[in-house]
């Protein structure tokens, strides 16, 4: 399945900040077909470093989407029956508009000119999105990680608009732990000397600050368990000790390895506008609890968190499971044995399809037994 990344543009966006945003653009892409009654759509939401290509194969670069285990014809979420969507977030730098984005004011890149966004602008972003395509109602919205809670926020945001949600290793609100890790990926970001206040578009990125940023990143999306068994104690290409600080440890290269990978296709203003909006996420804000923030929603919810995700612990999964079951909603919950940390999400793949495949045709199904009613 080769796809192409598509682009709309829209006249303005009404941004939390109080800032009215114009215009923006909104990379996306689609895999399936819409049915005759529009009631097969899904959306899917990627995480913080995704973008649109959630899917097959893509035709700008040959690169496999980055959920391509879990969207495809027979998989979880089946491109047989359903219509996906994937767009890429406010704020990223992979088509949709963000700091590196030409400001129409200026003729320049916006840089850290650009406004402070929040999950829920990402969120009403994907809705001018899906208005656009023409769907009034989505059968439903999952994501793991950053797009389980834009999932949350969907069915708080619009409630009528969504059948169901499915966040994944994900949670309500950061906790202080999980902002700490992300302001040390800012800082590094901040104190590389070529980041220059964001103004580094017409000379070299801040690589060495990024790089840092994503190697602490990516710690904390393993486990102990996946670091001992990948890398162990391992040495790298010698036997013995250099007594050196050169990467000598196998776990050390690697990290340097996804670090110059990562500046190759991030922007570092990116990193720091979308860790931000993470940060600043609470789904209770202005509704006093997070019960009271369940408290329109209609959608069916199933909440799947893993063992090992210390980044995302089953704590702040079940919080989610006990506001809704403190409103009544139909919430089903699984946390699934894995080994592999955070990044479980990605990678347990035979026990997620199961969990979804059904949940996606018992939601289709009683979607259907009421259009007939």
């Given amino acids: 399945m080769v796809v192409e990344t598509q682009l709309v543009t829209f006249p303005s966006l009404a941004l939390d900040c109080g800032v009215t945003l114009a215009p923006v653009d909104c990379a996306y892409e689609t895999y399936g077909t819409l049915n005759e009654a529009r009631s097969n759509a899904i959306l899917v939401c990627h995480a913080f470093s995704g973008d649109a290509h959630a899917a097959g194969i893509s035709k700008e670069d040959g690169r496999p989407g980055w959920w ?42 916006f840089g850290m000119g650009f406004p402070v966004v929040t999950i829920g602008d990402m969120v009403r972003l994907q809705k001018l999105l899906i208005d656009h395509l023409g769907i009034a109602r989505l059968l439903c919205v999952s994501g793991g990680s950053m797009g389980g809670m834009q ?15 499915i966040p994944i290793a994900s949670t309500s609100r950061h906790s202080a732990q999980q902002i700490a890790f992300n302001e040390v990926g800012r800082q590094s970001i901040m104190s590389d000397p070529d980041w220059r206040e964001g103004n580094y578009y017409s000379g070299p990125p801040p690589k060495r600050g990024l790089a840092v940023a994503r190697m602490v990143g990516h710690i904390t999306y393993m486990s102990d368990d996946s670091m ?30 996804r670090g110059s990978q990562f500046v190759d296709r991030f922007d570092a203003n990116s990193y720091l506008y979308i860790t931000k909006a993470m940060d600043y996420f609470d789904l209770a804000s202005g509704h006093g609890s997070l019960g009271a923030a369940f408290e329109k929603t209609r959608a069916r919810f199933l909440v799947i968190s893993f063992t090992s995700d210390w980044l995302y612990p089953t704590y702040q999964s079940l919080e989610i499971v006990s506001a809704l079951r403190g409103r009544n909603r139909d919430v089903a919950y699984c946390e699934l044995p894995s080994t592999y940390g955070h990044d479980a ?12 495949r059904g949940f996606l045709a018992s939601t289709f199904r009683n979607i259907g037994r009421a259009a007939s009613l």
């Fill in 68 to 109: 391509s285990d879990m969207v495809g014809p027979g998989l979880a979420f089946d491109t047989d029956k359903y219509f996906v969507v994937c767009a890429n977030v406010l704020g990223g730098c992979r088509g949709t508009t963000g700091p590196g984005s030409t400001n129409p004011a200026t003729k320049a890149p």
């Fill in 151 to 165: 999932t949350l926020a969907w069915a708080v945001l619009f409630p009528e608009a969504v059948a169901s949600v």
């Fill in 345 to 356: 999400f990605l990678l347990e793949v035979e026990e997620q399809t199961e969990l979804v």
């Fill in 228 to 257: 001992k068994e990948k890398f162990g104690r391992r040495l790298r290409q010698r036997a013995e000790l250099g007594y050196d600080f050169s990467a000598e440890f196998e776990v050390e290269s690697y990290l340097r390895y």
